[in-house]
């Protein structure tokens, strides 16, 4: 099996029902070794700000010398992000070698009456297997919905268990309040594991300390409101926090937060034993790199990209935007999915703009058509125009704005990739 053969046997799978039960999984990781026993691992569960924290923890750990793992979803350049050792991708031929002894695997399930693992849960048992291979140090690992049933939840061996901001979010799947939400995605914490959690609402961050103290876990919770900002410019920002002052490339007024979060998170590294110098966090802090959350793609006019896709993310983009540019005009380039809560982000958000271009992710069938995104916002501002192609979009935004406006993409994060191509004129990566 070559790599072509390997995605198309994924994409043959229903990749748009999610699996919230573990059965399937761990049979899947049996056949082939269960090889996340051999890993240890940093397991992060949230509703936004997992890949941003996960950037920068995998980074520091990398520039301190460890091999480590991430494993992130969704992507927005190219199919093979979601799997990484030390900032590489995984080869095409590792890939397809893997996914070759999944098959096998996949094909004995079947025919013992098991029914078909999904997509992620065969990313998921694939990346587990690489990790191995490149005898990962550790791994950091992304929930994809909630935490408790997740597919990634098979792994025992966690070392930090990290909760970032939890809103309301796929209440469908994980729960009709913010509680039944949080302990959901508090299922990732396992005996004997370190808990990280970001600032959170009072009845979550209650409900997460007695679910510790139940456990015996211990838990660390961030406190971003004793964090003192030295600076924050569209270019970066630097900060200080109970002693430490760091400097990070990762804008805008959620990375703070962020920021904080992944501060506890060494400081319990370290003292777990883990060698991680004031020099090594401050340098891979700068190093961070991680596309498609607030970022600039070029200037005259300002073009940001930001995947803003649930109505806290919404309300971070809407403070940020105040905060750079208290006083130009904005321009909108608009894409969701029609399973998320499009109606209230448009309600925050639609009426800032001075015009709103909409569009329809393509090849999605999760996406809500541009033109029926227009009729919502329409509600809010009358200056929308449903556009037909990301690049129409690009090319009609662009031309509304003066030199000193700012046109800002958000929702999916399924088009953040081929926007940014099409703003920085790059090749596919």
């Keep these: 099996m070559d790599y072509k053969e390997a995605r198309e046997y994924i994409e043959k799978a229903e ?33 936004n700000g997992k890949g941003s924290v996960l950037a920068t923890i995998s980074t520091i750990l990398t520039r301190a010398g460890y091999s480590v793992g991430r494993y992130i979803s969704p992507t927005i350049f190219s199919y093979r992000e ?38 992620f849960e065969i990313e998921t048992v694939l990346s587990f ?13 992304e929930s994809g919905m909630g ?13 930090l268990a990290v909760l970032t901001s939890i809103s309301m979010d796929h209440m469908e799947y994980l729960g009709e309040t913010l509680v039944e939400i949080a302990l959901n995605k508090a299922g990732i914490i396992k005996p004997g594991a370190v808990v990280v959690c970001a600032r959170q609402e009072p009845e979550v961050e209650e409900a997460i300390w007695a679910y510790c103290t139940e456990r015996g876990n211990s838990l660390v919770v961030a406190k971003p409101s004793e964090a003192v900002v030295r600076e924050s410019t569209i270019e970066g920002q630097t900060f200080r926090y109970h002693g430490e002052e760091v400097s990070t490339n990762l804008v805008g007024a959620h990375q703070i937060e962020n ?25 891979g802090f700068l190093a961070t790199r991680w596309n498609g959350r607030f970022t600039l793609l070029s ?24 905060m750079y540019f208290p006083k130009r005009r904005f321009i909108f380039i608009m894409g969701m999915f029609k399973d998320k809560q499009y109606a209230k982000i448009t309600k925050m958000m639609a009426p800032m703009a001075s015009w709103v271009f909409t569009i329809e992710t393509p090849d999605n069938p999760r996406a809500l058509g541009a033109k029926e995104l227009a009729e919502v916002v ?5 200056h929308v125009i449903a556009c037909e192609t990301i690049e129409d979009a690009v090319k009609q935004s662009i031309k509304a704005a003066n030199e000193e406006d700012v046109v800002v993409a958000f929702g999916s994060l399924s088009f953040i990739g081929e926007i940014t191509r099409v703003v920085t004129k790059g090749a596919d990566r």
């Design 147 to 159: 935490g408790r049933d997740d597919a990634t939840n098979i792994v025992e061996n966690t070392v």
């Design 259 to 283: 920021a904080v979060l992944v501060l506890e998170c060494i400081g319990a590294l370290r003292h777990l034993g883990y060698d991680i110098s004031k020099e090594t966090m401050c340098e």
């Design 129 to 141: 297997l690489y990790f191995k291979e490149k005898k990962c140090d550790l791994v950091v690992l």
């Design 378 to 382: 329409s509600e809010y501002n009358h």
């Design 82 to 119: 979601r799997i990484q050792v030390n900032e590489e991708y995984i080869s095409k031929e590792a890939f397809a070698g893997h996914m070759t002894r999944l098959v096998r695997a996949i094909e004995q399930m079947k025919e013992e009456g098991f029914e078909s693992p999904s997509p």
């Design 299 to 322: 200037k005259e006019p300002y073009f940001i990209v930001d995947g803003a896709h649930n109505p806290a993310a919404a309300e971070k983009l809407e403070q940020s935007l105040k």
């Design 15 to 47: 990749r748009f029902a999610p699996v919230l039960e573990l059965s399937s999984m761990r049979v899947l990781a049996e056949k082939v070794g269960n090889p996340q026993d051999d890993l240890k691992f940093i397991h992060i569960a949230g509703t």
